[in-house]
């Protein structure tokens, strides 16, 4: 099994790395993990060139492909909440999916996209809600064929202001129900 794991958090060593390397830890010896740290893999938006209007796939070149690949059957996208958001990088990477929809309503191109599943992994200290993380999370999902429920596959600690990621009580369970709906 592969996993690709977009991660969208600038810190090495901050909570969303610790999720992900506990998370790690749940699959399988045998599971190949690629994982894309987008603060500094350089992706750039968007910028609504409308190329995809009319070719196939996106003109820009970058390390998208990774994505473009699809050989992976598991897509994990972790990001710490900025402004109860997906970090700008990491909604870099989702905004040129842009491709995937133009694709199919411009050029009538069916998905193409091997179907996998999806993991979310949400970590937060402030107040906000995780609401629009989880939308756009879910968005990018479909538009990469990635099977995602988020009373199943999201796994977050949305207190760590005040409750280590570390020491959350219920993180260990999230992770072990996203894990067992991906894995059985």
């Known amino acids: 099994m592969k996993v690709l794991v977009l991660n969208g958090s600038p810190r090495p060593d901050g909570d969303t790395a610790y999720i992900l390397n506990m998370l790690k830890k749940q699959f399988p010896c045998n599971t190949v993990f690629e994982t894309l740290n987008t603060f500094e893999a350089g992706i750039r938006p968007c910028s609504d060139c409308r190329y995809c209007w009319e070719h196939e796939g996106c003109c820009v070149r970058d390390r998208m492909d990774l994505l473009w690949k699809d050989d992976y059957e598991v897509l994990v996208l972790a990001s710490p909440l900025y402004m109860s958001f997906v970090t700008p990088p990491l909604f870099s990477v989702i905004s040129r999916l842009n491709a995937v929809w133009a694709n199919r309503f411009f050029l009538k191109k069916p998905d193409t996209m091997r179907a996998k599943k999806g993991i979310l992994i949400l970590t937060g200290g402030g107040d906000g809600s995780p609401a629009p993380a ?36 219920d993180i260990l369970s999230r992770m072990e129900n996203a894990v067992k709906h991906i894995i059985g």
Do not use: G, M, W
């Open 134 to 169: 989880v939308s756009i999370a879910k968005t990018a999902f479909r538009f990469l064929n990635a099977s995602f429920d988020p009373e199943t596959s999201c796994i977050y600690s949305l207190n760590t202001n005040s409750i280590p990621v570390q020491e959350d009580p």
